[in-house]
């Protein structure tokens, strides 16, 4: 069963917005810590934002105060909005899962379930 099912994803101009959704219908433990990852090519993936079982945040410096991450905890959804979105934003999105963890994390290796992707391209 597919775990994680991202959605969203799409091509804007440089200071549009996109909203990312990442649905868990393979998930089956309650609250869990979550996050958002991107790849571009030729480089590393990057962890990009996090929330917490409980619902702390964590974003790298390169989004903090355009990317806003919430849960709803109701359907188990996970959101990314993407506002001032820039060129170099452009990537693969990856959201990922973990059996919960009271601080967020930006490191791919604390997340064990992964979807898809869904790719981000912004242009100038």
């Known amino acids: 069963q597919v775990q994680l099912v991202e959605s969203g994803g799409g091509s804007v101009q440089a200071g549009g917005s996109l909203s990312l959704s990442c649905a868990t219908p393979?998930?089956?433990?309650?609250?869990?810590?979550m996050a958002w990852f991107r790849q571009a090519p030729g480089k590393e993936r990057e962890g990009v934002a996090a929330?917490?079982?409980?619902?702390?945040?964590e974003y790298s410096s390169s989004v903090k105060g355009r990317f806003t991450i919430s849960k709803d905890h109701g359907t188990r959804t996970l959101y990314l909005q993407m506002n001032n979105l820039q060129p170099e934003d452009t990537a693969m999105y990856y959201c990922?899962?973990?059996?919960?963890?009271?601080?967020?994390?930006?490191?791919?290796?604390?997340?064990?379930?992964w979807g898809q992707g869904t790719q981000v391209t912004v242009s100038s």
């Open positions: 990922a899962a973990a059996e919960g963890r009271w601080v967020p994390t930006l490191l791919g290796s604390a997340y064990n379930y």
């Open positions: 929330i917490s079982k409980y619902d702390k945040t």
């Open positions: 393979g998930i089956s433990f309650a609250n869990p810590s």
